[in-house]
């Protein structure tokens, strides 16, 4: 059996990243090229596509983004702010047999394996997408697992059918009081909801305004997806979340609402709404990315979705386990008594 390569792609190469990340089971909107560049420039990172070559054929491939805190680290993470995850993935042939498929993703788990660690990184975190189920060939060369959850909603035909009393109560209630909802791009709106959002957590936002209306300005233009935004009838605005897809489903990527109209059941109404427009365009299921957040698991559980998890993997030199050891020693030592 012939060894696989695996090398860093160079800008050229883009497209056939691409099309693999469009036709892997494990390839999201968040594998895309256009994603992982923007994302990296406008958090000033260096990224790397690696590819995993069978002769001359793109079978596999994992995307890192590389920090070096300190200049003293090599750190080298799938993911980043506003990214929920990345990591590995592979063509798949849906008639191979079971034993052949596990077969096949240890052979480019391995490759990425040995490629990645060759490279003396200090730490590297990889958290990959609901589609990679398998993380044993990881495992067994002794990344520590971590295991995340989202949840899926299958579109169907009757939506309010399977939603729990309460949520149809805050639309009816929403609707009573005039809210109602529009698809509108507006990134300055979504940059002060989110401000409001966090602000009433007591917290910063995690991205700064011109990460965050870059992102948004490139999907827009690259037409991978929309916003909605909910308002009231004197034209206040309640809420408003940004939906991402790719070829597989859409993806429920960021919401922020205005604290005073939290009880209006706005929110409620503006996901019903997404969710309708959604099965419009013949998307079969959305990504709620909700699962690891309690109040919004909370929330997003009474329209009956499916809980899903996805897994991640990482590894540490000595050296990066020495400093985080001394972090916390600092930390502590800081710390009011």
């Known amino acids: 059996m012939a060894r696989l390569d695996v090398r860093r792609l160079e800008g050229d190469e883009f497209h056939a990243w691409d099309a693999l990340a469009a036709g892997s089971a494990q390839g999201t909107v968040f594998h895309s090229s256009d994603w992982l ?10 990224l790397i596509l690696l590819g995993c ?3 001359e054929e793109l079978i596999g491939g994992c995307p890192l983004f590389l920090s070096r ?4 680290l090599g750190l080298a993470i799938s993911t980043a702010a506003l990214t929920p995850y990345g990591g590995v993935m592979m063509t798949e042939s849906e008639r191979a047999k079971q034993r052949a498929r596990e077969m096949y993703a240890d052979r480019v788990i391995t490759a990425l394996h040995e490629y ?3 490279q003396g990184f200090d730490y590297v975190s990889l958290v990959n997408s609901p589609g990679l189920t398998d993380i044993r060939a990881f495992t067994r060369r002794g990344w520590s697992p971590a295991i995340y959850y989202t949840h899926i909603l299958r579109l169907h035909d009757d939506i309010l059918k399977t939603v729990s009393k309460d949520v149809r109560q805050n639309i009816r209630k929403a609707r009573k009081q005039g809210i109602s909802s529009t698809e509108r791009f507006d990134p300055g709106v979504f940059w002060d909801l ?11 936002p995690p991205v700064s305004e011109r990460h965050l209306t870059g992102v948004l300005t490139m999907i827009r233009e690259k037409g991978i997806g929309s916003m909605r935004i909910a308002s009231t009838s004197s034209g206040e605005i309640a809420a408003a979340e940004v939906i991402l897809w790719d070829e597989k489903m859409a993806h429920s990527w960021s919401a922020a ?7 209006t059941g706005a929110v409620s109404l503006l996901c019903y709404d997404i969710f309708t427009s959604l099965k419009e365009r013949d998307f079969r299921a959305i990504n709620l990315m909700t699962g690891n957040i309690p109040r919004l698991s909370a929330f997003i559980s009474g329209f009956n979705p499916g809980l899903v998890p ?6 540490s030199r000595f050296r990066y386990r020495i400093f985080k050891r001394l972090q916390q020693y ?7 008594g």
Do not use: C, M, W
């Open 330 to 336: 600092v930390y502590r030592d800081a710390s009011p």
């Open 69 to 72: 805190p300190y200049n003293l």
């Open 37 to 46: 560049v923007k994302n990296a420039s406008l958090q000033d990172q260096d």
């Open 257 to 263: 609402a205005a604290p005073e109209h939290l009880s």
């Open 194 to 204: 989110t401000v409001r959002t966090f602000s009433k957590q007591g917290k910063q």
């Open 310 to 315: 996805y897994y991640g993997v990482d590894y």
């Open 53 to 55: 070559y069978d002769s």
């Open 116 to 118: 990645i660690f060759r």
